[in-house]
T-cell receptor
Framework: GAGVSQSPSNKVTEKGKDVELRCDPI?????LYWYRQRLGQGLEFLIY????????KSGLPSDRFSAERTGESVSTLTIQRTQQEDSAVYLC????????????FGPGTRLTVL | DQQVKQNSPSLSVQEGRISILNCDYTNSMFDYFLWYKKYPAEGPTFLIS?????DKNEDGRFTVFLNKSAKHLSLHIVPSQPGDSAVYFCAATTSGTYKYIFGTGTRLKVLA
């Protein structure tokens, strides 16, 4: 079956521009996560969606970051006025429900801010 | 504050030998632990997990050991194969929550 997909796979942008990253979770997975992985670092939690509940945005590093999810499907992560420190791989994961359990990750979007 | 630590950034092992990857945690509320494997340009894939009610879980060539008193877990791969070369992340969570804390990863290289 189809796994988690993310687009674009690579994004190069200029400092100050806005970017939008997309995640398509596995069908039927109610939980969706966004993580960031900077070079040489671990996965940093950004935001969590569970069904129609209010998302946990506690990991978003600044108000330039926002994310939306339509029901239990597609999610978009938006970064406004990008900065060079936003350069990282942004990973999306989905799972059947609340933890503990297995998260299935997408291939990630590599964002480079020049 | 790094709640989950993988202190070895890299490890090289000869094919056929045992690979041991280590992970330490500080939060005593963690009661479920996972290992993920990541190849370049791919997302992490789930490998094996363990609940704190166990001290060992085995799946084929992969075994995870949990030492709760030491707040330490390890992943053993026996025998190691060149295809096991990847970055391995450990992660921890608390039942009833959804937050997973990941370590920084260990890059394993299995030499043929």
């Amino acid at each position: 079956g189809a796994g988690v997909s993310q687009s674009p796979s690579n994004k190069v942008t200029e400092k100050g521009k806005d970017v939008e990253l997309r995640c398509d979770p596995i069908s039927g997975h109610t939980a969706l996560y966004w993580y960031r992985q900077r070079l040489g670092q671990g996965l940093e939690f950004l935001i969590y969606f569970q069904g129609n509940s209010a998302p946990d945005k506690s990991g978003l590093p600044s108000d330039r970051f926002s994310a939306e999810r339509t029901g239990e499907s597609v999610s978009t992560l938006t970064i406004q006025r990008t900065q060079q420190e936003d350069s990282a791989v942004y990973l999306c994961a989905s799972s059947r429900g609340q933890g503990p359990g297995t998260q299935y990750f997408g291939p990630g979007t590599r964002l480079t801010v020049l | 504050d790094q709640q989950v630590k993988q202190n070895s950034p890299s490890l090289s092992v000869q094919e056929g030998r045992i690979s041991i990857l280590n992970c330490d945690y500080t939060n005593s509320m963690f009661d479920y632990f996972l290992w993920y494997k990541k190849y370049p340009a791919e997302g992490p894939t789930f490998l094996i997990s363990i609940s704190s009610i166990k001290d060992k879980n085995e799946d084929g060539r992969f075994t995870v050991f949990l030492n709760k008193s030491a707040k330490h877990l390890s992943l053993h791969i026996v025998p190691s194969q060149p295809g096991d070369s990847a970055v391995y992340f450990c992660a921890a969570t608390t039942s009833g929550t959804y937050k997973y804390i990941f370590g920084t990863g260990t890059r394993l290289k299995v030499l043929a």
